[in-house]
């Protein structure tokens, strides 16, 4: 008898976009996103990291706020292997600046900006 073989989020994502398609994966305030989006842009994602030299074992931070892009992200790296390190938008400018320098991460996805705050110039 073989053990079963257990399955990556990244191949699961893969089979239900495949599975059901149009169905609605997730709700965002601006979209409502199919699994088979979910899986064609976690894939892209995954694509994008790949050619940057993101792979197994590797640390992506994530920041942004509750949105489908968080998703993508999300899943992307999952299918690369590599951990995906959700930082809070509500940090300040020096928490964030600690956790990123002891995340350990290689590249972070990040929104322009949240609140007031812009982000991107920040870091």
Known sequence: M???RSRTLG???????ARYGAAPAAFASDR????????QNASRIAAALA???IGRGDNVGLLMNNRAEWLESFFGIT??????????TWSTKDELEYLVA???????ITMDAFRSE???SEL
Request: charged content about 15%; aromatic content about 4%; glycine content about 10%.
């Open 11 to 17: 191949e699961l994502v893969l089979e239900q976009g």
């Open 102 to 108: 002891d995340s350990g991460i290689k590249i972070l």
């Open 32 to 39: 409502v996103l199919t699994y088979a989006t979910l899986a």
């Open 118 to 120: 812009e982000h991107t």
């Open 51 to 53: 050619a940057r030299g």
């Open 79 to 88: 299918m690369l292997g590599a951990r995906a390190v959700a930082f809070s």
């Open 2 to 4: 073989m053990p079963p």
